[in-house]
């Protein structure tokens, strides 16, 4: 049978701890939490005093110290907690070894510690000036939110994102598939316009599509949504991690949005992402109508009165998303993004550059600087090279390089044949480097095959007379030289034959 603990009564010292915390101003709520019992144990020792039997007799002492407390330096202990050092560590170290105290248990002086110097929570209210601080978050979970496609039907869940304004505490909903940055940006984007101005600083937690690590006090900021926060002229914020009370306005908004909110969305039925979000941004406009009973205005016109006027203006052109990538400049000056090529300046030749991919552009930074900017080949585009002439240099000064004259050199080393060929390749085009990685390529064939392999299909290809082979090419040369099944075919010599007509027969005479 389970045994009934339930409305056990409290020892004097618990009680007389209740109204030494309460003398000293703490809330209902601090002393439960301090002493670690209910608030109802709380309320009803305040409320009913000490009348039961359970109260301290009269003349008692009013704090009970027991023998062995009067020989521990609590002061000390209690600046190395405060120095970080854990309290079990300085019992074991300090108190349990003592000859005194050898056998107290551990609960009893973790008691005594912190009836001297109880644990209460340090809550101070935030003043956020008009137009400084937004907040962004998702809600973790809204069961319920989402549409029925159409064409599978089948029910697709959505994530529930959230904005607030934390001075008039303006509130902007939206549903998203996802909570990655196509979408994350997207929904900020439209929070933004919503509002009609951009925030001066704008708080988010520590989601890989905003943060790449999290740190306490200098934490790395994804380098899109930094370009995301420069294109909006707003300073992103990255809370502390597991800190949620850094970011409680935009907590308790969702909240309270979604307790109202569902009631609102029962017994309808949405076929489409757009649907959703249309009637979720007439509940906002709604929601944030309503009158606070705390401060007997509505948001709206609280955002209206006196933080409209002091956001920042929306930018003229709407944000491009981009990705991000890392590529090596090549010795022609150029990157590879995809299937194309796009220049750089020369003097990067061999470093790693960061790409950042658009729509419409392929940007290079280096050092958190834009060095080239080109706009982006078409999507079926293979093989192209979008070249600045500013980025390469000067032809006269290419052709005294070291790289294209070493090259030449190597391959007069294997052949004639091969020397003409990668010259043709390095003098006979636009520039001395636009070819230079296919003659790069084509000398090292000698390390996978043999000089005179390489050779041999450099002639047919002089032969030939193809002015700017491809390294497939020789390589496809090179690979049936070495087929022992293509054999020179000796030529058909056909004997004389009574049963065939030959050309002279079609001759007319």
């Known amino acids: 049978m389970r045994k009934q603990t339930d409305g056990r009564s409290k020892d004097p010292r618990m009680i007389r701890e209740i109204q030494r915390l309460k003398e000293m101003g703490l809330s209902k709520r601090q002393i439960a939490k301090a002493l670690g019992c209910s608030r109802n144990t709380v309320d009803k020792y305040l409320d009913e005093g000490t009348s039961d039997g359970d109260a301290p007799p009269a003349g008692a002492s009013p704090e009970y110290r027991p023998r062995w407390s009067e020989s521990i330096d609590w002061p000390s202990i209690h600046n190395a907690t405060q120095k970080g050092d854990p309290l079990s560590a300085l019992w074991e170290e300090r108190i349990k070894t003592a000859t005194a105290t050898v056998s107290l248990p551990y609960v009893s002086f973790w008691r005594e510690y912190r009836r001297r110097y109880p644990q209460v929570p340090l809550e101070l209210h935030k003043i956020h000036p008009p137009g400084e601080r937004c907040e962004i978050d998702y809600k973790g979970d809204a069961p319920g939110l989402g549409y029925i496609d159409r064409r599978t039907r089948e029910f697709v869940p959505c994530r529930l994102f959230g904005a607030v304004l934390a001075f008039s505490q303006l509130f902007f909903p939206c549903a998203t598939h996802t909570e990655k940055q196509p979408d994350l940006f997207a929904s900020i984007s439209h929070a933004y316009a919503y509002f009609g101005g951009v925030p001066m600083t704008s708080a988010v937690d520590n989601a890989k599509a905003a943060v790449n690590k999290a740190h306490r006090y200098d934490p790395d900021i994804h380098r ?19 800190k949620p009370k850094d970011k409680n306005l935009i907590e308790n908004a969702l909240g309270v949005f979604w307790r109202w909110a569902r009631r609102q969305l029962r017994g309808k039925t949405f076929h489409s992402l757009s649907e959703l979000n ?30 409209r006027a002091r956001l920042l203006p929306l930018p003229a052109a709407p944000y491009s998303f981009g990705e991000w990538k890392t590529a090596k400049v090549h010795p022609d000056c150029h990157i590879q993004v ?8 020369f003097t990067l030749r061999g470093r790693e550059v960061e790409v950042r991919v658009t729509a419409a552009l392929v940007e290079a930074y280096s050092n958190l600087d834009c060095v080239a900017r080109h706009i982006r080949a078409h999507g079926n585009a ?5 070249t600045k002439a500013a980025h390469l240099p000067e032809t006269h000064l290419a052709m005294r390089e070291a790289t294209p004259q070493h090259a030449i050199a190597d391959a007069a080393e294997v052949g004639k044949a091969t020397e003409t060929v990668v010259r043709s390749l390095i003098e006979e085009v636009r520039h001395p480097l ?47 030289s070495l087929d022992p099944r293509s054999a020179p075919v000796i030529p058909i010599q056909r004997q004389p034959n009574p049963f065939l007509r030959g050309q002279n027969n079609w001759r007319q005479n």
């Open 224 to 242: 899109e949504f930094a370009h995301f926060s420069d294109h909006f002229g707003t300073a992103p914020l990255a809370m502390r991690p597991g």
């Open 278 to 307: 249309d009637f979720l941004g007439q509940l906002a406009d709604l929601f944030n109508d309503r009158v606070q009973r705390k401060y007997g205005v509505s948001r709206r016109q609280k955002f209206e009165d006196g933080e």
């Open 338 to 345: 995809g299937k194309n090529f796009y220049s750089v300046p």
């Open 382 to 386: 293979v093989g192209q090279y979008i």
């Open 434 to 480: 636009m070819y230079l990685r296919r003659v790069q390529g084509i000398l090292r064939l000698v390390k996978r095959y043999s000089k005179a392999d390489l050779e041999r299909a450099c002639q047919v290809i002089v032969q030939v007379g193809t002015k700017s082979p491809r390294l497939g090419e020789i390589e496809a040369l090179i690979k049936v």
